[in-house]
T-cell receptor, first 114, second 116 residues
Framework: SAVISQKPSRDICQRGTSLTIQCQVDSQVTMMFWYRQQPGQSLTLIATANQGSEATYESGFVIDKFPISRPNLTFSTLTVSNMSPEDSSIYLC???????????FGEGSWLTVV | QQPVQSPQAVILREGEDAVINCSSSKALYSVHWYRQKHGEAPVFLMILLKGGEQKGHDKISASFNEKKQQSSLYLTASQLSYSGTYFCGRPEGGIYRGSTLGRLYFGRGTQLTVWP
């Protein structure tokens, strides 16, 4: 199984600021995915992070708000820009297993915007 | 695009059984089930790949009816450790399109509480 590390695990941020979340995987993966889970809600896919190309965003999410980098096959970052209290959420990165039959999640980054 | 889960919440005594249902209005090629405990990230339980497939993990099992675009999760003789929120996930695209397998659309979740 893949080991996924996220940083920071928790943070309290001032509104209007930006925060970058890092996701490190212990093996090379083609696709990495970023999800958001707002308080008491389900998980919502933000974007697919492709190595060597632009991220693919889901409806309702834009690059200006959630820029993503994917510099290599084991690492990705998600930035939450110009944060507002509505951005208070858990942000999770995930990767599929080698055969694609299992999706592993990182521990999540718990963000509170005040 | 989001699958529909029912019920929204279940309260059980230890040892009782529960069923959580997941249905999709879009084609359901496979179904993922996850459990999330409070304050933790979701944990993968199982994936069902074929219509009619049933899988089990300890006393948690699931069925998948591809034609009806439905899946059910069965929790037998519930334990305290089963408490949490259960999510079903629908992958976008067919199961052989590997690039879409990580793109999951999750149901709203079913909160399961098991009391001693």
């Amino acid at each position: 199984s893949a080991v996924i590390s996220q940083k920071p695990s928790r943070d309290i941020c001032q509104r209007g600021t930006s925060l970058t979340i890092q996701c490190q995987v212990d093996s090379q993966v083609t696709m990495m995915f970023w999800y958001r889970q707002q308080p008491g809600q389900s998980l919502t896919l933000i974007a697919t992070a492709n190595q060597g190309s632009e991220a693919t965003y889901e409806s309702g999410f834009v690059i200006d708000k959630f820029p993503i980098s994917r510099p290599n096959l084991t690492f990705s970052t998600l930035t939450v820009s110009n944060m507002s209290p509505e951005d208070s959420s858990i942000y999770l990165c995930s990767v599929p297993s080698g055969n694609g039959n299992t999706i592993y999640f990182g521990e999540g980054s718990w963000l509170t915007v005040v | 695009q989001q699958p529909v889960q029912s019920p929204q919440a279940v309260i059980l005594r230890e040892g009782e059984d529960a069923v959580i249902n997941c249905s999709s209005s879009k084609a359901l090629y496979s179904v993922h089930w996850y459990r999330q405990k409070h304050g933790e990230a979701p944990v993968f339980l199982m994936i069902l790949l074929k219509g009619g497939e049933q899988k089990g993990h300890d006393k948690i099992s699931a069925s998948f009816n591809e034609k009806k675009q439905q899946s059910s999760l069965y929790l037998t003789a519930s334990q305290l450790s089963y408490s949490g929120t259960y999510f079903c996930g629908r992958p976008e695209g067919g199961i052989y399109r590997g690039s879409t397998l990580g793109r999951l659309y999750f149901g709203r979740g079913t909160q399961l509480t098991v009391w001693p």
